[in-house]
């Protein structure tokens, strides 16, 4: 019994080891830019990359803030973010149900459709659908970046919501049909929050990939006021820039809003990761 007992412990030691070190691995980075953004320029030349600010610079921020426009691209990022995430979340739960619940002869040429597009990248389609998006009109304009933006989350949306609600009983579905419930109604009143875990992972990836997106806005808007968040953090960067300092207080603001979000949801985001890695 004690020789088990002190592997327990050597065990657990290890453990609690391991996930301390990538908890440090994690967590230092960001502690680090964060305190980058308190010197000047010449500071950080000069001294340690690692070490504190011997003067600690306050302006960095509010000068970033204002040079980047932050203002706007926050508000325009959160914009993008919530209309993509809600149509995102209904049009491929709909779509789920339909191909789960609602078979027809085409049922697996459409579905198969959106599983193909599961497999393409933003790189392969960035020249058409720049045409395309030029061609109708839609350039510099924010339904031109939300369409596509839409139409890239729904595929794997499709996917988790169609093998979830496939594993909901019938006898659920019929039930609701014989008590008078529409397919509308029965969607909103029973689908809906028996898949709320797998609704709270399409929800986490569609944030986590639309607030993150750099390429498409890009070359989708040329206007200051319809970019987003990461575009205003790259003007900071590049072959000309040298305003370490601004750089990082860019860096830090741009992260400031997903830390937020996992603090906040973080228990929400471990539990829909968890069902979505079952069902999915």
Do not use: C
């Not at 597009?117 to 061609?135: D, H, K, R």
């Not at 797998?198 to 808007?221: C, D, K, Q």
Request: hydrophobic share 50%; no cysteine; glycine share 6%.
């Amino acid at each position: 019994m004690a020789d088990i007992r002190k592997t327990n412990q050597i065990s657990l030691f290890l453990m609690y080891f391991v996930v301390i070190i990538f908890a440090i691995l994690a967590i230092y980075p960001v502690f680090w830019v964060i305190i980058q953004a308190f010197k000047t320029t010449q500071e950080y030349m000069t001294t340690s990359k690692l070490s504190f600010p011997q003067r600690w610079y306050y302006n960095n921020y509010p000068l970033a803030w204002e040079m980047g426009k932050f203002g706007i691209l926050i508000l325009n990022s959160l914009l993008y973010t919530s209309v993509t995430v809600t149509s995102v979340i209904i049009l491929s739960f709909m779509a789920g149900f339909a191909f789960a619940k609602l078979p027809a002869k085409l049922t697996p040429f459409f579905h198969g459709l959106f599983i193909i597009g599961i497999l393409l990248t933003l790189q392969s389609i960035l020249v058409p659908l720049y045409l395309m998006i030029n061609a109708v009109g839609l350039y510099n304009t924010r339904l031109g970046v939300l369409i596509p933006y839409i139409g890239i989350g729904l595929p794997f949306g499709v996917y988790l919501s169609t093998e979830y609600i496939k594993s909901i009983p019938e006898s659920v579905i019929e039930s609701a049909r014989l008590d008078g419930a529409r397919y509308l109604r029965i969607f909103w009143s029973i689908i809906m929050p028996i898949a709320a875990p797998v609704a709270a992972t399409v929800a986490i990836l569609s944030v986590t990939g639309t607030w993150n997106e750099f390429m498409l806005i890009n070359i989708l808007v040329s206007k200051t006021e319809l970019k987003s968040l990461p575009v205003g953090i790259n003007q900071f960067s590049g072959a000309r820039a040298s305003d370490f300092g601004k750089q990082f207080s860019a860096l830090a603001i741009g992260m400031a809003p997903m830390i937020t979000f996992y603090l906040i949801f973080r228990k929400k985001i471990t539990k829909g990761v968890s069902a979505g890695a079952v069902k999915g």
